[in-house]
């Protein structure tokens, strides 16, 4: 059975796509903690991303960086931070998020609610600078 990632680079289910290649995929997390807070997927599915090859690994890094810098070019931040969890979805998958200060990376938090037409327009944006 597909993850749920898969059905989203497969357009089975929606998202606020950010950039996509032969290998990877980004798109808006729904349940931001920052505005802008992105994924980052390789296409391959595997549950623990120390599981990816090398080349994979790899790859999915530097497709994270470019993300990374359409991001801070978007979206007012000191920096990106990086986050590596899956504890929810068993698809590897880097969150990238806009940061101001170190509680911006506290998952725990508190997640954002963003309307639909919000959500989109961030999207438009980090688009237009990848
Ligand atoms: P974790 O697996 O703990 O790293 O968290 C999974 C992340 O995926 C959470 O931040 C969710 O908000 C996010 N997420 C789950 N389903 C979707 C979806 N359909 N579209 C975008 N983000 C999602």
């Known amino acids: 059975m ?4 898969t059905r989203i680079i497969n357009g089975e289910i929606p998202c606020y796509k950010i950039a996509e290649d032969e ?3 980004a798109f808006l997390d729904i349940n931001p903690v ?3 807070h992105t994924l980052v997927i390789p296409k391959v599915e595997d549950d623990y991303i120390f599981n990816l090859d090398d080349q994979t690994l790899a790859g999915l ?3 994270a ?12 931040c000191k920096r990106v931070g990086v986050a590596v969890m899956g504890m929810e979805v068993p698809h590897t998958h880097i969150h990238l998020v806009p940061m101001e200060s ?3 990376l506290n998952f725990a938090k508190g997640k954002l609610k963003l309307e639909p037409s919000e959500m989109e ?3 438009e ?3 237009k600078a990848f």
């Open 121 to 123: 327009a961030i999207a």
């Open 61 to 63: 890094t530097l497709f």
């Open 34 to 36: 920052k505005k802008g």
């Open 125 to 127: 944006k980090i688009r």
């Open 102 to 104: 170190e509680g911006d």
């Open 65 to 76: 960086k470019k993300v990374a810098i359409a991001i801070q070019k978007a979206i007012p």
């Open 2 to 5: 597909a993850t749920i990632f």
């Open 23 to 25: 290998n990877y995929f």
